[in-house]
């Protein structure tokens, strides 16, 4: 059996990966339920807004269920849970959804501060925003990240040469719901694709919402070529060309551009939270990058919920929303 992923629910925030058991009897089945909702009910997070919305100065903080700050990047488990389907155990991961489907502006994890709020990228001063590149408007899925991974600027990926981005593995939720930014919904994963930013290795995970209708039918990438004819190919022409209104060449992709199956989407998964992990523990250089965090074990970066909360109060309060340029509503014909 292929090893796969399992999370320690309580206490130190840590994943390991091991093989997991199938379900013996009902008895274990009935208990396995008993957990997992548990799980539903403890895996609860809340948001809180500082600043000016549409500004440089806006950040969406983090609260896990007992109202005590957190690292969207560092305290959500990359593990949701597992589901059974079939008698056979479905893994779910946790997302923290940054950007929702249709929306231009590029929030994200911000891994340069403390706690790592989410914020919108800044460039030459400016606040960034996706073009809307015909036919799509702005993103064309809720994207965002897989909590407690990294790709590595420091790693070579063996297949396509290149260096991790130095972000969280990025995922595309492909579900029907639209998302809201700092919203952690739990995703099956499907596929993953290969692409390189700027000689810069930045995977795309393709994953779809476990609450969505279709995810009982969703279980792997070939799954999605036949339910949703030209899905995975807009992915690909969207991520070839988003840049491209901005001046940037377009994007290359490892594999001619072909998306790799579910076992090799969670294997790079495993790869980028070994590389979390290290990162974390200050086992290797991260540079810049804020590892602030309440919940991980043995890691020299953990705080005190006080020292959380001090960093959230020195942000400032939330504040009337800034109004939008009209051009980001601006089509571009690529």
């Excluded at 502006?105 to 790592?116: D, G, Q, S």
């Excluded at 000689?199 to 969505?212: L, Q, R, S, T």
């Excluded at 290797?284 to 043995?298: A, V």
């Amino acid at each position: 059996m292929r090893p796969l992923l399992q999370c320690c629910a309580f206490g130190c925030s840590v994943t390991h990966f091991r093989a997991l058991p199938a379900f013996r009897n009902k008895s274990v089945t009935q208990a396995a339920a008993a957990f997992q909702l548990h799980l539903r009910k403890t895996m609860h997070y809340q948001t809180e807004e500082r600043g000016h919305p549409n500004s440089p100065d806006y950040r969406i903080y983090f609260k896990n269920s007992g109202g005590k700050y957190i690292s969207p990047f560092h305290d959500i488990p990359l593990i949701a849970e597992t589901e059974q389907v079939s008698f056979l155990k479905v893994l779910l991961f946790n997302m923290v959804v940054e950007v929702p489907r249709w929306s231009n502006a590029k929030m994200e994890i911000a891994t340069k501060e403390p706690l790592n709020p989410i914020k919108q990228d800044v460039k030459k001063g400016k606040l960034r925003y996706v073009a809307n590149i015909f036919p799509h408007k702005g993103y064309i899925w809720n994207y965002g990240a897989l909590p407690q991974t990294w790709e590595d600027p420091n790693h070579t990926d063996k297949d396509t040469k290149c260096c991790g981005d130095n972000d969280p593995i990025d995922v595309c939720d492909i579900g029907t719901q639209v998302c809201y930014p700092g919203q952690v919904i739990q995703v099956k994963v499907l596929g993953i694709l290969a692409m390189i930013d700027e000689g810069e290795m930045d995977w795309k995970v393709i994953a779809i919402n476990a609450e969505d209708p279709d995810a009982k039918n969703l279980n792997g990438i070939e799954d999605v070529r036949k339910s949703r004819p030209g899905h995975l190919e807009a992915t690909v022409d969207w991520f070839r060309k988003y840049k491209v209104p901005d001046g940037k060449p377009e994007n290359q992709f490892g594999f001619k551009g072909q998306f790799k199956d579910k076992d090799f989407a969670v294997e790079i998964i495993r790869s980028t939270h070994e590389h979390w992990r290290a990162l974390v523990q200050r086992q290797t250089d991260g540079g810049d990058i804020e590892c602030q965090n309440i919940s991980c074990c043995e890691s020299p970066f953990k705080c005190s919920s006080d020292k959380a909360r001090d960093v959230v109060q020195s942000a400032p309060v939330l504040g009337s929303a800034y109004p939008v340029s009209p051009d980001v509503d601006k089509w571009h014909f690529v």
